[in-house]
């Protein structure tokens, strides 16, 4: 039988998110692949865990991957786990997943902090729908045609983003996706931990004084839905007669106000789509 391997979540900031069962696993595994060894021994050594340990990160993850596999497929049990948070979500390990599920190795999840979901469940943005996109490109052009895809999606857009680059993209998001409600959500679980809300040119407005510091997720409330200005006359019409239920007079009275089309051109076009687009 060969070994499991455990997709371990660790504290995103404040140690006292560590969950018991991960502690317990840690402490029972056969190998730990970390990230950055050096940094998850701090972990480690708070929580009295000592383990053979080795390393896992973007750069080596195709010869590691390997090196894990073959402890895995030696019946040994190997805990997988990232400088903070959840593997596999904007951090290695993905590939390491596919191979083991790919073998029939067993893949146990242990869950615990991510930095998407505490943000967006203080954020009091809806949380019904919602996009993790992980980190835009770092490069303003590819970064807008990236912004411009997300756009339309339905709920919540959350974004990782480094701290250096939060005032380009929030200015890039405006620019791509107008005023839209955002939060900052910034050192989460830390002693410093922030939400900063508002339009994106408050909270803008806010960042450039230069004092938002530390780890930081965006999350972008969802675009309005089509707005009425946005529709065509005779469609916007049907709307105020069979929808909002306007005489013929109202209807073309407030349509003209927002298309800025004539009132008698407004009233010749209502009249029309009340007789069902024969013309009177
Ligand atoms: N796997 C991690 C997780 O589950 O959240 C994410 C790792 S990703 C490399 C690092 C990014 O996560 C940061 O750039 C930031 O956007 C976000 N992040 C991590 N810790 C955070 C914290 N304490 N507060 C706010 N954002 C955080």
Known sequence: MPGTLYIMATPIGNLEDMTFRAVRILGEVDLI???????????????GISKPLTSYFDHNQKFKG????????????????SDAGTPCI????????????????????IPGPCAA??????????????????FPPARQGKRRTFLNAMAPLPGTLV??????????????????????????ARE??????????????????????????????????????????????????????????LTVKDAAKKAAEITGVP???????ALRVRNGGTEC
């Open 33 to 47: 692949a970390a990230e950055d060894t050096r940094h998850s021994l701090k972990l480690l050594n708070h929580f």
């Open 66 to 81: 390997e090196r894990i596999l073959q402890a895995l497929r030696g019946e040994k049990n190997v805990a997988l786990i």
């Open 90 to 109: 904007s951090d290695p390990g993905f590939n390491l997943v596919r191979a083991a599920v790919a073998e029939g190795i067993a893949v146990i999840p």
């Open 117 to 134: 979901i505490t943000a967006l469940s203080g954020s009091g943005l809806p949380s019904d729908t919602f996009t993790f996109v992980g």
């Open 159 to 184: 974004f990782y983003e480094a701290p250096h680059r939060l005032e380009e993209t929030l200015r890039d998001i405006r620019e791509v996706m107008g005023e839209r409600q955002v939060v900052v």
């Open 188 to 245: 989460l679980t830390k002693i410093y931990e922030e939400f900063i809300r508002g339009t994106v040119g408050e909270v803008l407005a806010e960042v450039a004084q230069g004092k938002v510091r530390g780890e930081v997720v965006i999350l972008v409330a969802p675009g309005e839905a089509p707005q009425e200005n946005a529709l065509p006359l005779p469609e916007l019409l049907e709307r105020l007669l069979n929808d909002e239920g």
């Open 263 to 269: 009132k008698n051109a407004a009233y010749a076009e």
